[in-house]
């Protein structure tokens, strides 16, 4: 036997709005944690393949931007001897190349892209000419360094480079033949 109790219009209404909005609520459809989580996997696994890549690319990067600054220090040089040098001597550092206006700011600080920069010019005597070197080394070298290779370069102006980065390879020319002892290699 089924009783039947009659409820007042309004509250019918009431019931009715009830079942639909439960009703709605449950068609509503979004993402469950697995769904997240495998995005989240997604995105690390994809991180994890272009991070190497990004950083050797900026090495790559710092590498070329450090050998085009040794090339301009070599060229400013020229310019200093054959100017304010008197055709006869090179400029003693950066910073008096940077007060002609032959390098900017950041290379005759002695930094620039991830490396440091070392220029020293030698007033010429009665036995010698005047000499420079110039060396550029990263500040720090590996898979997360600024660079790998340190580069060298003199009145020569031929760059040479050292890969393993340290520069002791580039240091102790020889007077006479102002090449690097050991360990350095010219860029082609």
Known sequence: MAISVALPSEEVASVELRQEIGASMRKQSGFSLIELLIVVAII?????????NLLKSRQAANEASAIG?????GTAQAAYQSTQGRGRDFCVDLSTLTAYNSVDSNLGAGQKSGYTFVCTGTPSSTSMGSEFDTTAKPNSSGSFGTG?????????YVIYQDTDGSGAGLAGTSSTVRKPTAG???IE
């Open 184 to 186: 350095a290699t010219p």
């Open 44 to 52: 690390g696994i994809i991180a994890a393949i272009a991070i190497p």
């Open 148 to 156: 790998n290779r340190a580069f060298y370069s003199n009145e020569t």
């Open 69 to 73: 600054s040794v090339r301009t220090v």
